[in-house]
């Protein structure tokens, strides 16, 4: 009798057992499959909320993927080059009119353009327009280009021999006196000797304090030469 029993609850206790498997599965795929979505329901979080951001904020809004590119600086160089552009267009045309002056204060503002090329634009404006243009090519005698730096440099000395004015003379030695290169500064020490020995050893006497040893030697030398040529007169 208890046999029969036993054995009316078997089937029963067995199908309870394989009820409850079937829920536990289901609540496993259930939770692999969310674990799944997650990223993608994250990803398309952060996606929606970015359409709401400024063009420029969305741009940090971005994952932090090293292969996208960075549009902030080249959007810069961007308008500075379409601004350099512009300038160097209204100088050829002026330049073409034959206004000089005007052209000369357009090109002052592309001295220190960071594009070679418009720089070496600027020294060719300034070769053109001649003289007038000389204070300004004193600014580009320790320009980063050293094809620019050595243009300016030749153009410079050739235009100082022209100047008759002893006083603009002075001005722009005195600029180039302080240059950065050493060996720049010992060739107007020997161009201050032209000037009128009051001015020369003036200029000279400054020099011989000169951080760099080379130049003051030099300067000690010329302020000799110049005590002695005026000793002679």
Not at 25 to 54: C, F, I, W, Y
Not at 126 to 133: D, E, K, P, T
Request: hydrophobic content about 45%; some cysteine; proline content about 5%.
């Amino acid at each position: 009798m208890r046999k029969s029993f036993l054995f009316q609850w078997v089937p029963i206790v067995m199908l309870c057992a394989v009820v409850l498997i079937g829920f536990i599965g289901q609540g496993v795929s259930l939770r692999n499959r969310m674990v799944q979505k997650a990223p993608h329901m994250q990803a398309t979080a952060v996606s929606e909320s970015a359409r709401d951001l400024p063009p420029i904020l969305m741009e940090s809004h971005q994952p932090n993927d090293s292969r996208q590119p960075v549009r902030s600086v080249p959007i810069v160089n961007e308008a500075v080059a379409m601004d350099s552009a512009q300038t160097i267009s209204e100088i050829t045309e002026l330049l073409d009119a034959g206004e000089k002056l005007e052209a000369l204060q357009k090109a002052r503002i592309l001295i220190k353009d960071p594009d070679r090329a418009v720089r070496l634009f600027v020294i060719e404006t300034f070769r053109g327009i001649g003289l007038s243009s000389i204070m300004d090519l004193a600014q580009m005698v320790d320009d980063s280009d050293r094809e620019i730096r050595d243009m300016a440099r030749d153009t410079f000395w050739v235009g100082l021999r022209e100047v008759d004015d002893m006083h603009l003379k002075k001005e722009l030695l005195e600029l180039v006196l302080n240059s950065d290169d050493p060996n720049l500064r010992i060739d107007a020490l020997n161009e201050v000797l032209s000037l009128p020995d009051d001015i020369s050893s003036r200029l000279t006497a400054q020099a011989m304090n000169d951080p760099d040893v080379t130049v003051a030697e030099q300067a000690q030398k010329n302020l000799t030469r110049i005590r002695g040529d005026a000793a002679e007169k």
